[in-house]
Nanobody
């Protein structure tokens, strides 16, 4: 069993900051990538930022320069530091991990339960 547990969402005023955390636990052999997606009401889930095991990162254009994704591989945790938040950042943020559980020869995709981020104007 593999679980992703998120924390750190909440309500913040425009221009403020929040930090999200997501810890992976369970029978994990290796983790390829960890990152964040978000889904606003009435919209599809979209990539926010992802960090690979090699240390490379990728960001969606709307968050470049404002958000920073980082990983603590020893803790199997990914973080998302969100600065200069805007009302359009309001969404449910989902942690994602692409990893290989013990006993598997291929990568599997896992999601957290989601955490609400609300930015007021």
């Amino acid at each position: 069993q593999v679980q992703l547990v998120e924390s750190g969402g909440g309500l913040v005023q425009a221009g403020g900051s929040l930090r999200l955390s997501c810890a992976a636990s369970g029978s994990i052999f290796s983790i390829n990538s960890m990152g964040w997606y978000r889904q606003a009401p009435g919209k599809q889930r979209e990539l926010v930022a992802v960090a690979t095991s090699s240390g490379s990162t990728n960001y969606a254009e709307p968050v470049k320069g404002r958000f920073t994704v980082s990983r603590d591989n020893a803790k199997k945790t990914v973080y998302l530091q969100m600065n200069s938040l805007k009302p359009e950042d309001t969404a449910v943020y989902y942690c994602n991990a692409v990893l290989k559980p013990y006993g598997f020869t291929y990568l599997k995709n896992y999601w957290g339960q989601g955490t609400q981020v609300t930015v007021s104007s």
